[in-house]
Each structure stands twice: as C-alpha cells, then as structure tokens.
C-alpha cells in the first residue's frame, strides 16, 4: 500500500508546519502556564484556511482531503496538543456534522462562519452519567408546536464557554432507545443556555473543556441538525474521524518529544560524554523512533481510507489506540532522558507529558478501542 502523499498534501503540511513554527510555538509555553483560550492564533487559523481545510469550497472551506487535514492536525499538535484539539473539535466534530447533515441554510448561517474562523464550534455529546455509553444520555428535547424545549446538562465539552454554536444531542423519543435521539444546533446567548464549570485539567491547558446547562432552552425548528431521531448516527458517524484526529494529535505530541529528547541527550554531557553515546539512550531513542514510525503508519492510512470514503472503523481504533499509546510511552521516555531537568518546567517534555495522557481517554477510551477492535474480529474483519 502506497502511502506517500502528494504534492498538495506535502505543500499543505509546509505551509501549516511553517505557520505553527512561527507563530503557535513562541505561544505554546504561555498559553500552557496562562491557560487562557488563544483566540487571536485560531483566527489567523482561519485565515490561512486551516480551520477549513477539509471543508467543500462552495461553503467557505478549502476543499482539501481528510488526510490533509489530520496532517494539519499533527503539525499544529507539535507545538501545542491544546491549539491541536481545538482545531481537531471545531472542525472534525463540530462543522463537519453540518456539512454532511445540514440544510443549505443551516451552512450559509454556520458553516461559513465556522470555516473562516470567524466562528467557534462544539460537539456537545457527552454527560456527568453518559461517557463511553453514548446511548445513557439524558438531556431531553420536548416538543412544543413546531419547535422543540431542551432541558439537561452535558459535561468535559471542549471549547466550553467560547464557542458560538454548539451541537447538541437529546433524547426526544426515549421509547426508540438509539434511534430517539435529535441533534441541535445551539448558538451561545440562547435564553436558558449556560455554561457551567470550567475544569481544571492536568494537560491541555488553553483549551477549556466545561459544562452546559440548559433550562427551558426553546429551539426553532430550523435548530433541529437531521431528522428527528437521526441525532445518533450524525454522533457515531464522526466517531472514526474523530478517533483519527486524536491518534494524529498524539501522534504530534510524541513527535514534539522525540525531537525534544534527540537534541537534548546530543548536547547534555555526563562521564566525559554526551549521554547520547551511551547504549541505554541509544536502545531508548530507537525505540521510540519505531513506535512513532508504526504510529504514522497506522494514523495516515486510516486518514486515507476516510479520504476515499473506504469503512475505517476498526482502522481507526487501532490508530487511536496506538499513537495514543505511543505518545503516552514516548513522553515519560523523554522526560526519563532529561533527568531531573525532565520534571521541570524548564524544559517541554513534562508539558508533553501531561498533554499525552488524555489521548488515551476522550473519543473513547484506549479499553474502548479495544472492544471495537475485538468486535471487528468476530465479525471476520481485520486479521
């Protein structure tokens, strides 16, 4: 299987490479240590099209496949995974669902805005009681007229507090189990609508994960996202991109701290040599450097799978499982290869280290990922 990547493709990755250099990474340390939302760095995103990128032209977007995309991802994510999941949530989950299932009103009112960043998005799934049971949910949209009254909370939604649309799942049909659940689109300032806690978090710390509440929240029927009860397959058909856009975000990350640790163990000296001469740091930086490369292998062909419109459930799974992983075990080898210097904010690793370990918990967790692959296998899927 072929998976070098066009001419496009490599021009696209330069050009957002380029940008994070310039202007993500002299951010990243503050943005860590401040944990304040980089709004002013999404908009230049959505200048130079990044937010767009896998987003048809004809609605503001650049039109780019989905490999190119989560190439954006993992570039963005080198420098900083917080601006990294930013992008992969508002773009990934939060305008793609509207492209796919929304009205040519719905696009010119959302997706334009959301592809040039004048707008942030949000994908508003999860609750304190329905995590990995997506199925649990319990926020409940009645109908009254035409319309709809939202009324429950939903918990951890990234970009909490600054996005200006949100998508909502509710239950409207509770009878029809799966099948009775509508999607919303949300806008902030909707009397009723509130965000809640902001949490603090161990890692990632600029982009804010928070609570919604909703209380009598009326909705048009022009808010409704689908069909009614369609609001589970417009969930689970951004699963795998989603999934996919996380092992590229760790994928990023453990990038970040390989690089970080070869030049590090080049230049620090003990012994009367610089500890990369010695056999140990050696054996630790080959395998770190196999496991990135298996990684990147998994990531890009489940990319390219989704560009061409292939199944890539199980593809995508083991992807998130594995460059999840990785990035876990890469950081805490790279903080181990700095020493004591590792443990301090001095240097990056530990801050790659703290943004790695939740890679391996949200768009379902890493034993997740292991049920679905278990069950592609009993269906005859992958050997």
């Not at 707008?119 to 926020?139: K, N």
């Not at 009254?149 to 409207?172: E, H, M, P, Q, R």
């Not at 949490?199 to 929240?217: C, I, N, Q, R, Y």
Request: glycine share 10%.
């Amino acid at each position: 299987m072929d998976l070098a990547l066009t001419a496009e493709q490599e021009a696209m990755r330069r050009t957002v490479r380029d940008f994070a250099r310039d202007v993500i990474a002299p951010r990243a340390r503050e943005t860590d240590e401040r944990d304040e939302f980089p709004r002013d760095v999404i908009r230049r995103m959505g200048d130079l099209g990044i937010l767009g990128l896998p987003v048809p032209e004809e609605w503001g977007g650049v039109g780019a496949d989905y490999l190119s995309y989560i190439l954006a991802i993992e570039e963005v994510s080198y420098q900083s995974a917080a601006i990294g999941v930013i992008l992969a949530v508002h773009t990934g989950v939060a305008t793609l669902p509207i492209v796919m299932f929304g009205t040519d009103d719905q696009k010119r009112r959302y997706v334009e805005r959301l592809a040039t960043g004048e707008w942030i998005g949000a994908f508003a799934l999860t609750e304190p009681d329905a995590g990995s049971d997506a199925r649990a949910i319990r926020t409940r949209a009645v109908r009254d007229g035409d319309g709809y009254v939202l009324n429950g909370s939903k918990a951890f939604i990234t970009n909490g507090g600054v996005a200006d649309v949100y998508t909502v799942f509710a239950v409207t049909h509770p009878e029809r189990g799966a099948h009775g659940v509508t999607a919303f689109l949300v806008e902030q300032g909707t009397p009723g609508f509130a965000v809640g806690r902001r949490e603090e978090k161990m890692g990632l710390h600029g982009s804010p994960t928070a609570a919604l509440e909703f209380a009598d929240v009326r909705l048009a029927p022009a808010q409704r996202l689908g069909a009614e009860g369609e609001g589970f397959k417009i969930a689970m058909s951004q699963l795998d991109g989603g999934r996919i856009g996380i092992a590229a975000q760790a994928l990023g990350i453990a990038r970040a701290a390989f690089d970080a640790a070869v030049a590090y163990t080049k230049t620090r000296r003990q012994f009367g040599r610089a500890i990369a001469d010695f056999q140990a740091t050696r054996l630790t930086l080959a395998q770190m450097a196999t496991d990135i490369e298996a990684a990147q292998l998994l990531t890009y062909r489940a990319a390219g799978m989704r560009s061409r419109g292939q199944p890539c459930t199980a593809e995508a799974s083991m992807a998130k499982l594995f460059a999840s992983d990785t990035a876990m075990r890469v950081t805490t080898d790279a903080v181990q290869l700095f020493g004591g210097y590792g443990y301090t904010r001095e240097y990056p690793v530990e801050r790659l280290m703290r943004d790695a370990k939740v890679t391996q918990i949200y768009e379902g967790t890493n034993q997740i990922q292991r049920i679905v692959i278990a069950k592609s296998l009993e269906r005859g899927g992958l050997p």
